[in-house]
């Protein structure tokens, strides 16, 4: 095999298979525990068998924390995933399925982070070869960063220079400045060779241009003959070394498959708000994550402050041209065969951005870069090859770092999603009830961060997630463009001030943090639960975000003035703390303390709420006929009639003047509610609106005046659900059956969260014996209706069939039947009597009532007269037979009032 085809990585390790497929096994089995919906217990699971596997092991104390941290967040993530992948709205896909993959996305990244910081043994290499004996080229590439601005770089290049020669007399360092102003038309090109001739070191300017760096570099390096067994030294124009870079660096390529030596990248002038916030950015990839990196072979050229071999580069044919990201370029092919190393020493100091616009050309620089490598390198990445090829713990550290900048999509979902909820009721979750949304992804939540905090503190400061967040319109940009187009134009981070229009430079970010601010001002005007309560903090949360980057503008706009004191307060917290992790799970507690009301679960014994021990028999009535009809009817009848019902619509109030009135009289009222209102328009009227919390300002007062009347009430809502002519449908406007459950769960934790115990709720489709894909989850209602209301002109079904197939639908669920008829005189006396021979034969029956009106609405006083009992004493009298077969129901005598039975849960629905 040729030489420059040699694999120069050490031999796998035997149990580098086995530990993957250790790790796939245990996350296959993660994963299906997940789907048991354990929650809490499968994360403290994993945390208790994490524990187990490293207590006995020789780990420092922060590596054995790291590893059980790890197991934890692993698990909390898949349980969390496979629940969000149940409660996807697949009625609004265009919402839900980003929000999905978004959140898919930030997941995997967030494994990829804690795989990265896995505890692994540390890096051992040989001491095969003595690098001092060979060249050493220190290039430094420049194209308008100024004289003033190199001579600093050259200056400290100098200096290294002197203290290595001084260890090691025999080895020759040579300084060469790859100058490119001349083809890039730079008018500080002749004041850079000046600069050179004065400092003597070796100025090469390029006559033709091409390659963007990468060509500068290969230009200069072919010229000087840095090639063959030559050592490299990259600094960018602006990066000052440290005296001992040299000795630091040049040692670790006594290994000869060591391939390149990266150190850091620090900023100096952190005196400038943006270069001091960029720098708490990349402290996560520098201070955090490139040792991990290194310990897996996968740390990746950066581009400057690194050694490399010239052979490597020889090897494959130079630093790639085609690419604004040459280094990442390079790196993907290097490492197939070449290992490398990562110096965490702080060896060089550079100048971060000096203004937004700068960080945000940078930012696009590498993001383009990146996802162009993506583009390009894929198979590289992602197939695994026979022989030779990465290795999978490269392939899962250059898939993590080449699809990063895909994060400005992520936070563009997670920043709309909210304001599309709270403005429009449109939500990408369904099915989801706040217990659930507690038990999953709080765990979720404090985990992750607390994983975070423990990796990242003294190390890196809350202004980083700031700034990478506030880049998200850019990165979002950057990111179709690299995967449609590939790399772009690569463009030299500016080293001076551009100025230009702050305004214009954030203005979508503006605009963001507006609508933020709006949808939480909807939200409370509105009124809502638990689905626009937190919708509502999650569209705070990103709205603190872009306030905060919207104030490191403000301090940019100042500094560049000269008032950098107003913004010197900001570094008083440079790192994330013990005090900044407390306040951050204080706050997470108050939260969830806040939240956990609605997700209580205190259920009313069922029987007792819905009294089948003492059956009764109750009259629907219109509310325009109550004060007259009610008394009468109850002598007329001979039973006591212990229920009266209404409709009302969401935007009524509980009317105590009518409920006063039904319990003067001995009844009970019974409210059917419904979510239609005066000119609203009808999609506020949907399960996905109600599910979301559109009306849940209104549900907590309807809550709050109940709770307040303080008497028993029966309460209905989503009647009729099943079919298409009801206001709120699953099978209309919109609505699927999924979502009746939903909307019925949700409603009944908005009043549980406002303390509502007199209640009893009642579940009334329009076919209970088929309302499977309707009904709401058991234990949340308290008795079912069965409504036989049968129209003129129809066929009637036979009562003993229609309440024996809902029987078999509901076994165990109080029933109650609501009966009302309209027709001859003779065929209404008829099926009465055979709904009391159905009866008869039963035993099981809470509750008859008879609706005493128009079903279909007040109607005319002929309409009403059509459906009354009272048109014929005969239909009394076969109503008041069909009650008597109720088991253990008392008649009661006209005008014994006295002797009347208290009414317990006697149903009664008025249309």
């Not at 600094?235 to 000795?247: I, M, R, S, T, W």
């Amino acid at each position: 095999m040729p030489r420059a085809l040699i694999d120069r990585r050490p031999p796998r390790r035997p149990s580098s298979w086995v530990d993957l497929g250790i790790a796939l096994l245990v996350g296959s089995a993660v994963v299906w525990l997940a789907r048991l919906q354990a929650g809490m217990l499968l994360t403290l699971a994993a945390g208790v068998l994490a524990f187990g596997f490293v207590a006995r092991r020789k780990m420092t104390r922060h590596d054995k924390q790291t590893a059980i941290l790890t197991a934890m967040v692993a698990a909390t993530i898949c349980d969390y995933l496979v629940w969000r992948a149940g409660v996807i709205n697949w009625q609004a896909p265009w919402l839900s399925i980003p929000l999905y993959a978004a959140e898919v996305f930030a997941a995997l990244q967030i494994l990829g982070f804690h795989y990265t910081l896995w505890p692994r043994e540390p890096v051992r290499l040989s001491d095969d070869e003595d690098p001092t004996t060979r060249p050493v080229f220190v290039l430094i590439p420049t194209v308008d960063e100024g004289a003033d601005i190199v001579s600093q770089t050259v200056h400290a290049a100098l200096v290294a220079r002197e203290i290595y020669l001084a260890a090691h007399s025999d080895a020759r360092v040579e300084i060469v400045v790859c100058n490119d102003g001349g083809v890039a038309g730079a008018t500080c090109s002749a004041d850079i060779e000046a600069l050179c001739r004065r400092l003597a070191v070796r100025c090469i300017t390029r006559a033709v241009g091409g390659g963007a760096k990468a060509g500068n570099l290969e230009h200069a390096r072919r010229a000087v003959g840095a090639t063959g067994d030559a050592l490299i030294v990259i600094f960018d124009a602006d990066q000052v070394a440290e005296p001992g870079f040299l000795l630091a660096t040049i040692p670790n390529l006594r290994d000869s498959g060591v391939a390149w030596v990266q150190t850091g990248q620090y900023y100096r002038n952190l005196e400038n708000p943006v270069a001091r916030w960029a720098n708490d950015q990349q402290a996560v990839f520098y201070r955090v994550l490139c040792q991990g990196k290194s310990a897996t072979n996968a740390a990746s050229i950066c581009g400057t402050n690194v050694v490399m071999r010239a052979e490597a580069l020889d090897e494959i044919g130079g630093f790639p041209q085609t690419s604004v990201t040459e280094d990442f370029a390079a790196s993907i092919m290097l490492h197939q065969r070449w290992r490398s190393v990562f110096v965490p020493d702080v060896l060089a100091h550079g100048l971060g951005p000096l203004e937004l616009g700068s960080y945000f050309g940078q930012q696009r620089r590498w993001a383009r870069g990146s996802l162009g490598i993506l583009r390009r390198h894929w198979r590289d990445i992602f197939m695994p090859r026979r022989h030779g090829g990465l290795r999978h713990e490269q392939r899962v550290q250059y898939a993590l770092a080449s699809t990063h900048y895909l994060c400005g999509l992520r936070d563009l979902v997670y920043v709309a999603v909210p304001i599309v909820f709270l403005t429009t009721g449109i939500a990408a979750v369904r099915g989801a009830n706040l217990e659930q949304f507690l038990a999953h992804f709080v765990a979720y939540a404090l985990l992750t961060q607390l994983a975070f905090w423990h990796a990242t503190k003294d190390k890196a400061g809350w202004r980083g997630i700031v700034i990478g967040f506030g880049a998200f319109p850019v990165l979002t940009v950057a990111a179709l463009r690299g995967l449609i187009r590939g790399g772009g134009t690569f463009v030299v981070t500016p080293k001076r001030r551009v100025g230009g229009s702050m305004l214009r430079t954030i203005a979508f970010q503006i605009a963001c943090l507006a609508a933020c601010v709006g949808a939480i001002v909807a939200a409370i005007v509105r009124g809502g639960g638990g689905a626009v309560l937190i919708s509502a903090l999650w569209a705070a949360y990103t709205g603190l975000l872009l306030a905060a980057f919207v104030g490191l503008a403000a301090a940019d706009r100042m500094f560049a003035r000269g008032r950098s004191f107003l913004w010197r307060r900001t570094l008083s917290v440079p790192r994330i703390t013990w005090q900044s992790a407390a306040a951050f799970g204080v706050v997470v507690i108050a939260l969830v303390v806040a939240v956990a009301p609605l997700a209580s679960n205190n259920h009313q014994a069922r029987a007792a709420a819905a009294g089948t021990a003492n059956p009764r028999v109750g009259l629907d009535i219109t509310t325009g006929v109550l004060a007259a009809a009610l008394p009468t009817i109850d002598t007329r009848l001979g039973y006591h009639v212990g229920v009266v019902g209404r409709t009302q619509e969401i935007s009524d109030h509980f009317d105590r003047t009518w409920a006063q009135t039904v319990v003067a009289d001995g009844a009970r009222p019974w409210v059917t509610l419904l979510f239609s209102a005066p000119r609203r328009p009808a999609f506020e009227a949907s399960l996905l609106s109600v599910a979301n919390g559109v009306h849940d300002g209104e549900l907590q007062r309807w809550a709050r005046e109940i709770r307040e009347w303080g008497k028993p009430v029966d309460l209905t809502v989503l009647p009729q659900v099943d079919r298409d002519w009801a206001v709120t449908s699953a099978v209309a406007n919109g609505g699927i059956p999924q979502d009746s459950a939903r909307a019925w769960t949700h409603v009944r934790s908005v009043f549980r969260s406002e303390g509502v115990h007199n209640l009893t709720w009642i579940w009334a489709p329009a076919d209970p014996s088929a309302d499977g894909p309707y009904a709401p989850p058991a234990g949340t209602y308290d008795a079912v209706l069965l409504s036989l209301i049968e129209f003129p002109g129809t066929t009637w079904p036979d009562p003993q069939h229609v309440i024996a197939s809902t029987r078999a639908e509901h076994p165990r669920d109080p029933l109650f039947i609501e009966t009302s008829v309209a027709g001859p005189e003779e065929q209404r006396i008829a099926w009465l009597q055979h709904l009391g021979s159905a009866i008869r034969a039963r035993s099981d029956i809470a509750a008859l009532i008879y609706h005493e009106g128009s079903p279909t609405s007040d109607g005319t006083a002929a309409e009403r007269a059509a459906w009354s009992l009272s048109a014929d004493p005969r239909l009394i009298a076969a109503f008041s037979r069909a009650a008597d077969q109720l088991s253990g129901f008392r008649t009661i005598a006209p005008g014994a009032g006295a002797d009347r039975v208290a009414p317990d849960v006697e149903k009664g629905q008025a249309r």
